[in-house]
């Protein structure tokens, strides 16, 4: 049978434990936890503008926040913004376009496609040289023209035509937001997330921000956007990461 006897000394430590232990249980119980994430994966934050802070740029942008970058949310609207940054913390803050697009070193676009022209020709050459990752999405019944004429000569032609200058990568494109928010570092086989990219550097990035965000990048080159571009098989499926490989015919 186990003995129930604890020595004097033993006791009194198990004493001085227990008491402080309801201080600190009680102290825990008073102070709200911060909601404030905690840095959980990158090595090396990042500054970051989004250009366009809605459901797309939002559920991205807070995932960075909670992986550690520092993240600026830009709105035509900034102060409709303040209320979501400021739950998120001191490594979110919001601004204009234009302070988004000078504070990131990379920029995450989440726009209807047919606003890439007038953000190119308003933001030229502060966007030259930036690492751009376009979440934006060619859809022909929304954004018209522009749309079109991406279906026709290629995504990352047309939006390199709108964006001259840039590194370019288009990532985030295939997956709704309610799937980045529930899968994000799920458990076992992860989500796969299509980047699609020339710049060797800019694909490299964007590769480690799509698993910070939570998921796992497949990397294929910018003409092959359209293979996961609205209309396509995978285009809405969150699709687990060995099934995308397969489905992209990429080794990685
Ligand atoms: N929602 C999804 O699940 C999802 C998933 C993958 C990809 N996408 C793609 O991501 C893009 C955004 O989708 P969303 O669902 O996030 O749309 P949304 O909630 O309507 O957000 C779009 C944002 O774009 C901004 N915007 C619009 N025109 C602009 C302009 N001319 N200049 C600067 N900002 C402008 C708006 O910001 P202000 O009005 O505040 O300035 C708005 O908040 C789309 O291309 C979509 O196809 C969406």
Redesign the pocket.
């Known amino acids: 049978m186990a003995s129930l006897f604890i020595p004097r000394a033993s006791r009194r430590k198990f004493l001085r434990l227990s008491v402080a232990g309801i201080v600190f249980g009680s102290l825990l119980i008073q102070q709200p936890v911060p909601v404030f994430a905690q840095a959980k994966s990158t090595a090396t934050p990042l500054k970051i503008g989004i250009?366009?802070?809605?459901?797309?740029?939002?559920?991205v942008g807070s995932l960075w926040v909670k992986a550690g970058h520092e993240v600026m949310f830009?709105?035509?609207?900034p102060e409709?913004?303040k209320d979501m940054a400021s739950k998120l913390g001191p490594r979110a803050r919001v601004g204009t376009?234009p302070e988004a697009i000078a504070f990131g070193d990379v920029i995450l676009l989440?726009?209807?496609?047919s606003?890439l022209p007038?953000?190119g020709r308003e933001n030229g050459s502060a966007l030259k040289g930036k690492i751009i990752v376009d979440?934006?999405?060619p859809?022909v019944r929304?954004?018209g023209q522009v749309a079109e004429e991406a279906m026709a000569n290629g995504i990352g032609a047309t939006s390199l035509k709108y964006l001259p200058g840039t590194r370019y990568v288009r990532a985030?494109?295939?997956?709704?937001?309610?799937a980045?928010e529930n899968e994000s570092h799920r458990a076992g086989n992860p989500i796969g997330m299509p980047v699609a990219g020339d710049d060797a550097q800019a694909v490299k990035v964007a590769t480690q921000l799509v698993r910070d965000a939570g998921f796992e990048p497949v990397v294929v080159p910018l003409a092959r956007a359209s293979e996961f571009a609205?209309g396509t098989p995978i285009f809405g499926k969150p699709t687990p990461v060995d099934e995308l490989r397969k489905y992209l015919g990429a080794s990685r």
């Open positions: 250009v366009g802070s809605g459901k797309l740029g939002g559920t830009s709105s035509r609207h409709q913004l376009v989440a726009v209807p496609y606003a007038q953000i979440a934006s999405n859809v929304r954004d985030f494109n295939p997956v709704g937001t309610a980045l609205p």
